[in-house]
């Protein structure tokens, strides 16, 4: 397993100053994030469509958790980023990726960071390129969150959990920084192997989830034979690429996970939006293929889905 460091919490480590970050597409994570990281204190600037951004700018973000709470955060709203900021999240759909990064122009970050958390493994290439490789950050958030209306936020699962792969001190501030807003923190030293961990476990719960319209415990009961054999799938070729993964630990994962939990492109494909078949299955089945590994239930769910 690669080392890591314990969660962070605000109890025992000194809570950052007021930092200001942008989050770039206040959704269900984005949204929840921006709430909780403007009630711990700092400035937070939403960057959202105008219609959007004006419903942020009048009545804030409303959350309801069992975790968190039920509260209302005041947040600041906009179209495009027009000030420097000391970290963006970017926490859009794969599929928006491109549009929105209009909304935030390169040499307001010259200063800050970029800290994606989008499914897939495959965009951090797209922001490097943008922002600069020394000002993007790999993560990975696990929650099920969702945006059931302009500034409403269901935060549905026991845990907000995120790992920062980082390795040089000047970036561990943005550790203190999510964990003072709640968020279980972790730093792990590899990016790769830390997008390949969460990749292994998202691609099962997505596509068997929506391929079968059934929440996870479903799953569980009624295609227990198909999600381990997809975990066996993906843990492999996350391997492969680097990460510790073992299929018998995301099977426990899946097994404690509430019934009805809902993948995002499940609940996606429920309201007839754009699916992130591509950033989630269309990379699983690249990196199969520049390693050989064999993967026949993603190339048929994929196949299935993309027939739809």
């Not at 000194?14 to 200001?20: A, D, G, V």
């Not at 009630?39 to 959350?63: F, P, Y």
């Not at 302009?150 to 000047?170: K, T």
């Not at 994962?253 to 078949?277: H, I, T, V």
Request: net charge neutral.
């Amino acid at each position: 397993m690669p080392h890591t460091t314990p969660p962070l919490s605000s109890g025992s480590h000194p809570l950052p100053p007021r930092s200001t970050v942008a989050v770039l597409g206040p959704g269900g994570i984005g949204g929840l994030l921006a709430a909780l990281l403007s009630r711990a204190g700092h400035r937070v600037i939403c960057l959202a469509t105008e219609g959007t951004a004006r419903t942020l700018r009048r009545s804030g973000i409303r959350v309801h958790s069992a975790q968190f709470g039920d509260f209302t955060a005041a947040v600041e709203a906009d179209t495009v980023l027009r000030e420097p900021v000391d970290l963006c999240l970017a926490t859009v759909k794969q599929t928006a990726l491109a549009a929105a990064l209009d909304r935030v122009p390169p040499r307001l970050l010259d200063g800050g960071y970029v800290l994606p958390l989008l499914n897939g493994v495959e965009h951090l290439d797209t922001l490097r390129k943008r922002f600069g490789a020394e000002r993007v950050v790999p993560a990975v958030v696990r929650v099920e969150s969702t945006r059931t209306a302009p500034g409403v936020v269901e935060h549905g699962s026991p845990f907000l959990e995120i790992d920062l792969a980082l390795r040089h001190e000047p970036h561990v501030p943005l550790a203190a920084l999510l964990a003072s807003a709640g968020a279980d923190t972790r730093v792990v030293p590899d990016g790769n192997a830390v997008l390949w961990a969460k990749l292994a476990f998202l691609a099962p719960f997505a596509l068997l989830t929506t391929r079968y319209g059934l929440p996870i415990g479903g799953i569980r009961s009624a295609r227990r034979e198909e999600l381990v054999a997809l975990v066996e799938e993906t843990t492999a070729v996350s391997r492969a690429c680097g990460a510790s993964t073992d299929a018998t630990g995301v099977l426990a994962r899946y097994d404690a996970f509430p019934p009805g939990s809902k993948s995002s492109m499940q609940r996606d494909a429920e309201a007839g939006r754009p699916l992130e078949l591509d950033a989630i299955g269309g990379a699983l089945l690249r990196a199969a293929e520049r390693h050989g590994i064999p993967v026949p239930l993603a190339e048929r769910l994929m196949a299935e889905l993309e027939g739809r």
